[in-house]
């Protein structure tokens, strides 16, 4: 079945540490999404991918660095710039980027946490 | 900015109709729709593009006033499983396929 696979699905940060979370997806789309979700809170957009070897910034970058050396995976890192890395995790990703309106699909998230 | 959704929050009994709405302050050429179990994955539930348009499926059915760059969630005769956060996604109409997220609507149906 295709979809988007996320991993850890728990995870826990030192203080001082970078931490890398993982998203993989089979569905061959073009776009791959990262957003991050405070309890009560909606999905804010911290970067995202249209094509291989590019990305931008979207609303809280700033603490966070991706790469998209593959079109089937967008790890998201966690660095110690980050000063409040507690929350819910969700990477996404829509269909052929010449195609305006995609609808996202999402993964089941990743739960950061620190010690 | 995100767009505003109300209410917060609402409690139904099963049966019972609701109404989100969302609002944006930036214009909107798109309306997705979402629904979140807790813990889990966001899923779609419906895009709207144009202006005045409607769609549904099953019970669930939902209009865009582009002009008021509103957009409302319809559920009629509510089941149990209805119950999770509503999210409203605004595309901003330009090459990508971003969105901005809304505030989010917790609906809790209850038997």
């Known amino acids: 079945d295709g979809g988007i696979t996320q991993s850890p699905k728990y995870l826990f940060r030192k203080e001082g540490q970078n931490v890398t979370l993982s998203c993989e997806q089979n569905l061959n789309h073009d776009a791959m999404y990262w957003y991050r979700q405070d309890p009560g809170q909606g999905l804010r957009l911290i970067y995202y991918s249209q094509i291989v070897n590019d990305f931008q910034k979207g609303d809280i970058a700033e603490g966070y660095s991706v790469s998209r050396e593959k079109k089937e995976s967008f790890p998201l890192t966690v660095t110690s710039a980050q000063k409040n890395p507690t929350a819910f995790y969700l990477c996404?990703?829509?269909?052929?980027?010449?195609?305006?309106?995609?609808?996202?699909?999402f993964g089941d998230g990743t739960r950061l946490s620190i010690l | 900015q995100q767009p505003v959704q109300s209410p917060q929050a609402v409690i139904l009994r099963e049966g019972e109709d609701a109404v989100i709405n969302c609002s944006s302050s930036?214009?909107?050429?798109?309306v997705h729709w979402y629904r979140q179990k807790h813990g889990e994955a966001p899923v779609f539930l419906m895009i709207?593009?144009?202006?005045?348009e409607q769609k549904g499926h099953d019970k669930i059915s939902a209009s865009f006033n582009e002009k008021k760059q509103q957009s409302s969630l319809y559920l009629t005769a509510s089941q149990l499983s209805y119950s999770g956060t509503y999210f409203c996604?605004?595309?901003?109409?330009?090459?990508?396929?971003?969105?901005?997220f809304g505030t989010g609507t917790l609906l809790a149906v209850q038997p």
């Open positions: 930036k214009a909107l050429y798109s």
């Open positions: 996604g605004g595309g901003d109409g330009g090459a990508t396929n971003k969105l901005i």
């Open positions: 996404a990703s829509s269909g052929d980027r010449a195609i305006p309106n995609q609808p996202q699909h």
């Open positions: 709207l593009l144009k202006g005045g």
